[in-house]
């Protein structure tokens, strides 16, 4: 998807990808194979690069660092992206800032996680690094529980379980220039710890506190010195918001924009990692509904006659697909609709998602 | 752009090259190069793909016979696309079919070109094959010009020089099943020859005369057998509409689909090639203006830093750069501006087209 948004400005994107079917590496020009954990992999990349952005957190910090040093242009720079790609530095800093967070504490034993439950189980188990999707998170529900996971060695914190009432995403881009550019709040539906639904513009949300998240995100980038797109996750609670995790690329709660608002978050990204102007950050339709399409069950009707289906019962729904290959509860494409009312945008979203996941 | 509407769709887009540097190169994934005038090439070509269509119809007519013959899957098929690329067969049929088309003939002889004046000159001398953006297209002013005209060998038509009021056009898709879909009919401003903008839908055309421009090219695209796009350029004058030009391929008077309707002209041919249902043609806004960006003379300031400077002037633009050498008067991309005022998203779409080519 960034791919698309270089063509049309013109920018020749190279991409470092670890397997020639990776999703970018099937559709981009300029593909060397190489892995993201190689430094001299990265740095013969970089040769031929005016300017170096991230669609994942993990490639790793001294990497980065180490590029940086020799005078490589990398965005976000190792010194913001660190707050994505470590949990418990992200915690820390967001605490220090004054940002909302919940109680979180580092831990590295049993007797650490079960004096920071005070008998108020569970309480949720964070890896500092390399989760996603729900990966990397644990409910720990008991002193045992919490054992068997220190047993497996994995480097943690731990969280308060917040009692929320949804979650939302602040989603705005920030240039070397410092100028930043903020999305409409959106509600992001979870399940199973995987987002399934985003709905933009957050429904109900009242302005003042929609400003707010704004307003917090725009601290959050400007004071990390975020250069692109830094989404942040928050937990609405009934006392307001909370920071949940920071992501410095292009993220799924943004996908909704690719449409549904003038300036998708892929141009915004590139935008900033070329220190153009940003974009306009303006809703193309009253309501953007975006539903992610996971892998089903093996079997059944192909993806291509689901397709079919699709577009003949849902003309106006906006369709990417990965070209990745299906399997269950993997994210392999997601469908955008626009229009006027809540409920029927997000029912024929939900509608076209479930075609295309399950093939009824 | 087909490459960008590829990657929604999860499709595999090949592409035939003549340069690697051909715009299309520069950013598909999988680009052999090789002759479209090379049946060799275009038969090598075609092992790889399950269907094959086009960017342009510069493709010999017997070349995709002999392909179509050995069983290779083409949209447009040689029967329809043979009337996009040869304009006296092209006149021929659509005065067959009854299609409103100007007075013309075909010619070898100024002595034939000076009678189909009757004395009233200038007639419009076209090449039967080969012309675009202005080029093959001659305003013949007398005996003498036809002479010259005719000392090329360039094989002829003649029509009468329409006396029309704005021009026109006319876009829609055919699937193999037949299904027809039409985009809203477009205004198309012209300057020496060139495509200069493109608003939609069409200022104050009436819904009759609308309708009735859509039904034309929904017929011809049905009699013509027409898979793919069609795009019928008309001339509107006092008295109705008349057919100018006829093109089976994504056309610059449907660029402004790509933001501007639900669906692009872009996946709108793909879906139609791949035999999909077709997609939404609604407008995404009720107004919406497309301006080509033409090269401008050599020198002055660089094109990244008009990109600047528009992008700060004009955050809602959309930019699409084609990668090309800018070279004066050739279309290097275009710009697309949406709104619900014509003539305030009219004055900012063009004062963009302005700034990348002019740099003021």
Known sequence: MTHQAAISLGQSLRVLSEKPDDSAALVAADVPIGSHTDL??????????????????????????????????????????????????????????????????????????????????????????????????????????????????????????????????????????GQVAAYPVVETVQRDGICVEVIAPAPGLGEERAIAAQQLAIDLATELGVVGLLAVELFETEAGIVVNELAMRPHNSGHWTIEGARTSQFEQHLRAVLDYPMGSTALAAPVVVMANVLGGEPG?????????????????????????????????????VLGDSLDEVRARAVRAAQWLQEGK
Chains 1, 2 share one sequence.
Request: proline share 6%.
């Open 300 to 336: 059944g009707i192909p993806l291509d006659e689901r397709l079919h289906h699709l577009f003949a019962e849902i003309p106006d729904a906006r369709v990417h697909l990965y070209g990745k290959q299906v399997r269950p509860g993997r994210k392999i494409g997601h469908v955008t």
């Open 40 to 177: 001299s992999a990265l740095r013969e990349f970089a040769k031929e690069c005016d300017a170096i952005t991230f669609d994942h957190e993990h490639v790793p910090t001294g990497h980065i660092e180490a590029l940086e040093a020799e005078g490589v242009k990398i965005f976000p720079g190792s010194k913001a992206l660190v707050f994505a790609q470590d949990k418990g530095l992200m915690r820390e800093r967001l605490a220090a800032l004054g940002a909302p967070v919940p109680r979180w504490a580092r831990v590295s034993t049993a007797d650490e996680i079960e004096t920071f439950a005070g008998g108020s189980w569970p309480v949720v188990a964070k890896a500092t690094r390399g989760g996603y999707d729900g990966r990397g998170v644990w409910m720990v529900g008991s002193r045992e529980a919490a054992e068997d996971l220190l047993s497996t060695g994995v480097q943690l914190i731990v969280e308060e379980k917040v009692p929320l009432r949804r979650e939302l995403a602040a989603l705005v881009a920030r240039s070397p220039f």
